[in-house]
Nanobody, 119 residues
Framework: VQLQASGGGLVQAGDSLRLSCAAS????????MKWCRQAPGKQRDLVAQ???????DYADSVKGRFTISRDDYKRSVSLQMDSLKLEDTAVYYC??????????????WGQGTQVTVSS
């Protein structure tokens, strides 16, 4: 199983970006899908998550600006980021919890994609 993240880049404050993450490999079921981020010198924090049922949750710092969505047919999760701020600069990671064919429940991380917001 692999997760391939894309969509990062350099933008100005106030701009928008859309991150995407696609899972390859075989799952019996994909459960929670998340986006986390890690700024230089800081710990990796949860940004947004979405359950199988579509329930979402966001970090307070991104509420009203970021929107997480999933496409179970494509086995992908996206993060629409609007009104970007300087403090959103970080490496963004997708994380997927899935049930494999051997019935193991595991979490998988994508490789990270850099988002840099400039003034």
């Amino acid at each position: 199983v692999q997760l391939q993240a894309s969509g990062g880049g350099l933008v100005q404050a106030g701009d928008s970006l859309r991150l995407s993450c696609a899972a390859s490999g075989t799952f019996l079921r994909i459960d929670d899908m998340k986006w986390c981020r890690q700024a230089p010198g800081k710990q990796r924090d949860l940004v947004a998550q979405i359950t199988r049922g579509g329930s979402t949750d966001y970090a307070d710092s991104v509420k009203g600006r970021f929107t997480i969505s999933r496409d179970d047919y494509k086995r992908s999760v996206s993060l629409q980021m609007d009104s970007l701020k300087l403090e959103d600069t970080a490496v963004y990671y997708c994380r997927v919890s899935g049930l494999l064919l051997d019935w193991r429940q595991l979490d998988f991380w994508g490789q990270g994609t850099q988002v840099t917001v400039s003034s």
